[in-house]
């Protein structure tokens, strides 16, 4: 609807409003109520509902609004346009900013970017034609680093004042800060937006929006530039429970001010001396409509009552960062002389390095200065939650981070930080939890723990191991799906040497499921991806270089891929890769882009002349173990002689490669993702199909590589339209919130994409439901009769129009089947199931049913068909099946061939005489004969196996005598139905449904001592294939129509979706469903299953609900004399539903006569309940009637149709 | 062991490049660091994708530099072979005898390589940790492991007994029944001790003998199969030896 909009109401308004605006600007005096009659304040609305793109026009209504503003401020509905824009707001706000910046008050920096922003509003224009864009809170989320649990709630523009840097007012004024509240005189201003979370307030120069009413390129404007600040800019992200009072001021300049006090220091005794300290005060000014303040206020207020109860856990986590040590440590330094033993805390855990001292030589790092340097921004700016951050706080990054601080600040840009202060007792909890238990990861990870940074002392010992071994193995449990992978040892490692376990911990969560989505995963997909993505930078920036790579043979990917995976602690001497992971987690996953191309440019010349894989690598070595060495040796110049390598690199990396944003790695992770995904996928149905065992050499590979495509094409859409489902139930329940992908990373988020092979682990069983649909796909049998009216979608376009386009242009099919064929639910079905499902698990792996399509496709021997088909009667594995089980297999037979069968049963020639107009119904009603040939098949095949049944021991000779009676009398039936059958084609479909399972069993109960339930009996496997075989139809049945019922691969079928092409691929071969709606099965099967008519259909729908009441009383009906009779035959009724079901259809279709059809029903049943056992004669008659009723056969070619439908 | 490091020769040397794979932990790195480096280790850093070294080797007429390619055995970095083997000429599929998964890993692995790696590719199939089941003399097979299309065969070392008896709890994976394995494939088949050295340098010259100087000969004739080092007899265009350092690329 957005697109809509965008196409077609836009352009039209905007000729509209610029002429109108023209008035306006040309006009030199307006009074309100003159632009109000023009409408003015439903402009601003309209405009501000374009798209940004439409700045002109904006940038005019703001030149407009700005202009008058002394008029326009006394208009209320003018207000309340403000109210409701607040991008207009924003403008207007920044407009003011502007016109008014004599001042010079406000942060040049952030408006440049704002300025930037303007310039190119379409910052992201991600994939234009992918309907997968990621949601406003997902982008807010990613922004900030926040945890899963956050969203916007409420956001205005603002300027937040910050005293002067402590530097640049002397050391001696320390303390004195925050005394100037409310007043704009002094301090760094900067100007931004505040948001509101859940648990956090945030502030941000980074110039975005994530209100409803933004577009999304506003929201991930962010992706773009950041000047190294990291998507989170200039500006503070603090958890609620982290302030401690909130003040309004006065103000004449603004609408509202707010003074916010943070809590700072862990609030224990010895803090007093650093009160001073600990009243960080913040100023923010909001620029907004009153009431927009106050919303944001209440919220506000909510917020910090909420967060009370954090508190505690704030204390805690707070604790760990050795911040608050090292603020206490100075505060108690500054009350006296140095006492170290008496108020001093132990200093938090910072990592092996402190027992095992840290990697470098600390001089050389000027560990020292770092840390003084740190102390003071610290001291100015707030530790660890209620640190804001200023341009020396990206600037102090750069240069690399203090060993005992590094952990905290890492913990504090990646946003682990707040996953910690979340859940502050996870890793312990989940250690705990799981102790003593054993898995595959843990094994993995107890291989790997003697080698990881084995050069580093830490880890040659029990205590650096065992840390390691308590973080990998709890990570494996808290996300099994990545359980452990190689590589993650190396970088826990390295964690470890600076950080906490706990701390690690929720590092490395955030690793693998934000910075690095999919490196670890359990195909690695990320990492293939971001590899390929590195290729295309590389072939982008560098064309000579690659060039030489391609032809030299070279792939660049088996250098570069441990680079990526291990963020080159292994590649690079720790010292240099640490300094690498400080910018890294503060700015995200393109730094490691960027460091990489900047080693390929360093090494551009020497590259060129290797020629080799070995000659590449062997010159990346030894630059790395040279990044120490002065870039600049023979230089003149000292400075530059004083620059190292590693220097060289980074500058390289950010300066010459600044242009490599988080959104170009987006773009292209977004544009080689389905390459990287189908090629591990046909990676996986290689070996997959491959693997299979023997069982599956009976099929051929194309069947294999269909039943594989169609096994997780099947397990995939499931899976996705329950989250379909679920997403769409979560958005009525809560509209703010939707499940959408990540932009940030470019790769899907695991909430929506998983199931596809790919990406990781996914379901690899089938339940009987899907079991269901997965054969409703390749069989027409199992689609059912009764497709219910699947659920429409009437969610308003509206109301979800706001969350952009994620679900434009793939309308959300709702109905559980989505939209594929509906499956039936037959015990056939079930016992196919229960069959394949060879180790009682209640699900099917794909092995199961390679091996089950093995035993039925996979022998072209009838004898082994007929065998399979008994056993699967046979409950209890004795070779018999009894009564119940030969009328199973009756059902089951008619279950199967109720919509005919292809080119498979041999039609007699008497069809011809089967002449109708129309071509199709010609064809309808051969099949019709050929079903009704099938039908008085079956019917004799119940007769015959009733026939030669052999009776179970307890009979008494009587009984027996009479059943032998009855079964003569049965055989001269046989005969003439047989020959009626083969004489008169013209018999209707409506009386042989009758037939069908439930009605026939009374009737032959009635008419036969052999069907009297009393008189147990049984068929022996040969007898089974002796009547089968007594039956050319039913031989024909076995021999292929059964097997061949099965669609798999079938390269005849032209359909439009070439299924050959598609091989490769669950993912194409799932498409068609989703997609083109040609569901393949269906199409192949086209013969039978043609779509009728929008005429037709309408016809049919009536009769179809004619006969669907026919039906029910004919249910009621039988429900009746099944009561009566069926109380010794019990454990059936649970099929009757379906079969009810199956009989619903065909029941409507002969309408006028199937009432008439009814009546012989209700005869019949009447009949049954009267009948004894002994008296056999009238119940056969019953039964030819039944079989052979005539009745024309223009109607039942009608019913035909329906039914095939 | 094989002439590591020498180099020196004036024989024309080319390089080879050779992947290895199994499932983890099977000794693949500790086979190669047995044969670059003649040394074993217990702890050793894992293979992050792949690790890369280079020996040389020298046969009678001709140096073979392997480029050798040793993979992660975890399984997820399964989907990252591809990228190792492509144009490999050579592929040791390295299996554990003490495991049974990993011989049938090693299968899986021989079919992958059979079907998507370069057409002439020479499959090594080769049961580590043979040192583990030392007490029994590795059985049978007492002939020279050869077959019809002229795959260079080592035979085990001599005096084999025949049965297994002895080692039937620490071996899961008889000789016999991954030797026949590897006829079928075509495949040359090797027990190996990356521990103790035993048979190592043998695959590799194996190896480097069978690979096809597709640019300058014809296919290798049948009946080469000696023992680790088969003749070869000369002929050899040295200009085009040079410049074919990387023959037998498919690209």
Request: charged fraction near 25%.
């Amino acid at each position: 609807m957005y697109a809509i909009g965008d196409k077609y109401i836009v352009p039209a308004l905007k000729e509209h409003a610029r002429r109108k605006f023209k008035r306006y600007t040309t006009e030199e005096e307006m009074t309100v109520s003159e632009l109000m009659e023009h409408g003015f304040d439903q402009a601003v609305k309209l405009v501000y509902t374009t798209p940004p793109n439409y700045r002109p026009l904006r940038n005019l209504v703001v030149k407009i609004a700005f202009k008058y503003q002394a008029i326009l401020v006394s208009s209320e509905s003018f207000l309340e346009a403000i109210e409701s824009t607040p991008a207009f707001r924003r403008d207007l706000f920044l407009f003011r900013l502007t016109e008014t910046s004599s001042n010079a008050m406000f942060n040049l920096s952030s408006l440049v970017q704002k300025a930037q922003q303007f310039i190119d509003p379409t910052l992201s224009p991600l994939n234009p034609g992918s309907d997968r864009r990621p949601s406003k809170a997902t982008l807010f989320r990613s922004q900030f680093r926040l945890p899963a649990s956050q969203n916007p709630l409420q956001e205005i523009t603002a300027e937040l004042t910050l005293a002067p840097h402590h530097t640049q007012r002397g050391p001696q004024n320390e303390g004195s800060r925050g005394e100037k509240d409310g007043t704009r005189v002094q301090g760094n201003h900067y100007v931004g937006k505040l948001h509101l979370s859940e648990q956090y307030l945030l502030f941000s120069t980074q110039g975005s929006s994530f209100l409803n009413t933004a577009s999304l390129s506003a929201s991930s404007a962010f992706t773009g530039q950041t000047h190294g600040a990291g998507p989170a800019g200039n500006g503070f992200i603090l958890p609620l429970c982290a302030i401690r009072r909130v003040e309004r001021l006065p103000t004449h300049s603004y609408m509202f001010a707010l003074a916010i006090t943070t809590w700072n220091g862990s609030g224990d005794g010895k803090g007093k001396g650093s009160g001073s300290s600990g009243g960080q005060k913040l100023t923010i000014q909001m620029a907004g409509s009153r009431q927009q303040c106050e919303r944001f206020c209440d919220g506000l207020k909510k917020g910090l009552r909420e967060g009370v109860k954090e508190v505690e856990n704030l204390r805690a986590v707070v604790s760990e960062c050795y911040s608050e040590f090292l603020l206490s440590e100075l505060s108690d330094e500054k009350g006296g002389p140095e006492n170290h033993d008496s108020g001093m805390r132990e200093p938090p855990d910072t990592g092996l390095g402190k027992i095992y001292k840290y990697p470098g030589n600390v001089r050389k790092l000027r560990d020292a200065t770092k840390m003084r340097l740190w102390r003071e921004e610290m001291k100015e700016n707030g530790r660890n939650a209620t640190l804001v951050r200023q341009p020396t706080f990206h600037k102090l990054i750069r240069v690399g981070l203090p060993n005992r601080l590094r952990g905290e600040i890492w913990e504090l840009t990646s946003g682990s930080f707040f996953e910690r202060l979340q859940n502050p007792k996870l890793f312990e909890e989940t250690l705990k939890k799981y102790e003593g238990r054993e898995s595959l990861a843990i094994d993995e990870i107890e291989k790997d723990l003697n080698r990881s940074l084995p050069e580093y002392p830490g880890f040659q010992e029990e205590e650096g191991i065992g840390r390691l071994r308590r973080v990998l193995t709890a990570y494996s449990w808290i996300n099994p799906d990545v359980g452990y992978c190689q590589a993650m040892n190396i970088v826990v490692a390295a964690l470890l040497i600076y950080m906490s376990e706990s701390q690690a911990f929720f590092l490395l969560s955030v690793l693998c499921n934000t910075l690095l989505p999919g490196y670890y995963s359990q195909t690695m997909y990320g990492t293939l991806l971001d590899q390929r993505v590195f290729e295309s930078l590389v072939e982008k920036t560098m064309p000579i270089l690659w060039e030489h790579l391609v032809r030299s043979d070279i792939q660049l990917s088996v250098v570069s891929l441990p680079w990526f995976l291990s963020l080159y602690i292994n590649s690079m001497p720790l010292i240099f890769a640490f300094r690498v992971l400080d910018v890294f987690f503060l700015e995200g996953p393109k730094v490691l882009f960027q460091i990489g191309l900047a080693i390929l440019r360093i090494n551009g010349e020497e590259l060129l002349d290797a020629t080799d894989d070995g000659t590449f690598i062997s010159i990346l070595k030894s630059y790395f173990s040279r990044l120490d060495e002065s870039a600049h040796p023979n230089s003149e110049n000292p400075k530059l002689r004083a620059v190292t390598r590693f220097q060289e690199l980074m500058v390289v990396a950010f300066k010459e490669f600044t242009g490599i944003t988080q959104n170009t790695i987006s773009e292209q992770r977004a544009k080689h993702k389905d390459a990287v995904l189908d090629s591990i996928e046909s990676f996986a149905k290689r070996t997959s199909i491959r693997n299979l065992g023997p069982e599956s050499k009976r099929l051929s590979s194309n069947d294999l590589g269909f039943i594989y495509d169609r096994f997780y094409g099947v397990l995939y859409e499931r899976q996705q339209r329950l989250q379909t489902i679920q997403a769409e139930a979560d958005r009525k329940t809560k509209n703010a919130r939707t499940k959408a992908t990540e932009v940030v990373t470019g790769v899907p988020s695991n909430t929506v994409e998983t199931g596809r092979v790919g990406l990781g682990p996914s379901a690899t069983q089938m339940d009987y439901d899907t079991f269901r649909e997965f054969l409703a796909g390749i069989t027409r049998w199992a689609v059912t009769d009764s497709p219910s009216t699947p659920l429409q979608d009437s969610q308003s376009e509206k109301q979800h129009s706001y969350f952009g386009n994620s679900l434009k242009g793939r309308p959300v099919n709702l109905s559980p089947w989505g939209a594929g064929p509906e499956p039936t639910d037959h015990e056939f079905m079930k016992r196919l199931f229960q069959k394949w499902d060879k180790d009682n698990t209640g699900a099917l792996t794909l092995q199961n049913v390679v091996a089950g399509f093995a035993q039925v496709k996979g022998t072209k021997d009838i004898m082994s068909n007929i065998s399979y088909f008994f056993e699967l009667y046979d409950d209890d594995g004795d070779g018999k099946v009894d009564r119940e089980g030969i009328l199973r297999i009756s059902e089951a037979l008619l279950f199967l061939s109720r919509r005919g069968f292809e080119r498979s049963l041999s039609s007699s020639p008497s069809m011809n005489d089967l002449q109708t107009q129309v071509s199709s119904e010609t064809r309808e009603g051969r099949r019709e004969n050929r079903d009704e040939q099938f039908l008085s098949s079956v019917s004799a095949f119940i007769r015959r196996c009733f026939e030669y049944a052999d009776p179970d021991q307890q009979r008494t000779e009587g009984e027996v005598k009479e059943a032998a009676a009855g079964i003569d009398n049965f055989s001269i039936g046989d005969d003439e139905d047989d020959l009626l059958d083969l004489g008169n084609n013209e018999k209707p479909t409506s009386p042989k449904k009758s037939q069908s399972p439930q009605t026939p069993r009374p009737n032959q109960a009635a008419a036969n001592a052999a069907l009297d339930p009393n008189n147990p009996l049984f068929i022996t496997l040969p007898t089974f294939r002796m009547v089968i075989l007594a039956d050319e139809v039913l031989e024909n049945f076995f021999d292929s129509a059964f097997s061949n019922s099965f669609k798999l691969f079938d390269p005849s079928i032209p359909s439009s979706t070439s299924l050959s092409a598609n091989l490769t691929t669950f993912s194409n071969a799932g498409a068609p469903g989703r997609g083109s709606n040609v569901t393949l099965p269906v199409g192949g099967a086209s013969a039978g299953v043609a779509a009728p008519g929008k005429g037709i259909r309408g016809m049919l729908d009536n009769i179809v609900s004619d006969g669907m009441r026919v039906a029910a009383e004919v249910r009621r009906r039988m429900d009746e004399a099944q009561r009566e009779l069926d109380r010794a035959a019990t454990g059936r009724d649970e099929d009757s539903e379906d079969e009810h079901d199956d009989l619903r259809t065909p029941r409507g279709k002969g309408d006028p006569e199937t009432r008439s059809v009814m009546d012989t029903d209700r005869e019949l049943l009447e009949g049954a309940e009267t009948a004894d056992v002994g008296v056999s004669k009238p119940v056969e008659n019953l039964m030819d009637r039944e079989i052979g009723a005539p009745a024309p056969v223009a109607e039942s070619t009608k019913g035909e149709e329906l039914f095939e439908r | 062991m094989a002439d590591t490091g020498a180099a020196s020769a004036p024989k024309p040397s080319s390089s080879v490049k050779l992947v290895l794979l199994g499932e983890a932990a099977v000794g693949k790195s500790s086979l190669v660091m047995r044969f670059v480096n003649n040394d074993f280790q217990e702890n050793k850093e894992p293979t992050i994708g792949a690790a890369f070294l280079t020996q040389k080797i020298s046969l009678s007429t001709r140096t073979i530099k392997f480029e050798i390619w040793d993979t992660a055995g975890q399984e997820r970095f399964a989907s990252l072979a591809p990228m190792y083997y492509r144009n490999a000429q050579a592929a040791l599929v390295v299996y554990d005898i003490t495991k049974p998964s990993s011989f049938t890993k090693a299968q899986h692995w021989v079919s992958e390589l059979q079907r998507q790696a370069s057409p002439n590719i020479v499959i090594a199939v080769v049961g580590n940790k043979a040192d583990l089941a030392s007490n029994d003399p590795p059985p049978s097979t007492s002939a020279p492991i050869s077959d019809g299309d002229g795959i260079v065969a080592v035979p085990t070392d001599g005096g084999e007994g025949e049965l297994e008896d002895e080692e039937e709890t620490i071996r899961k994976v008889p000789v016999r029944t991954a030797k026949a394995y590897a006829d079928e494939e075509k495949a040359l088949f090797f027990e190996t001790s990356a521990k103790t050295g035993h048979n190592v340098a043998e695959v590799f010259t194996a190896i480097a003998n069978q690979i096809p100087e597709t640019a300058l000969k014809g296919p290798r004739g049948a009946g080469g199969a000696q023992t680790q080092r088969t003749e070869e007899r000369g002929r050899v265009d040295l200009g085009v030896r040079e410049s074919g350092a990387k023959e037998g690329c498919a690209c």
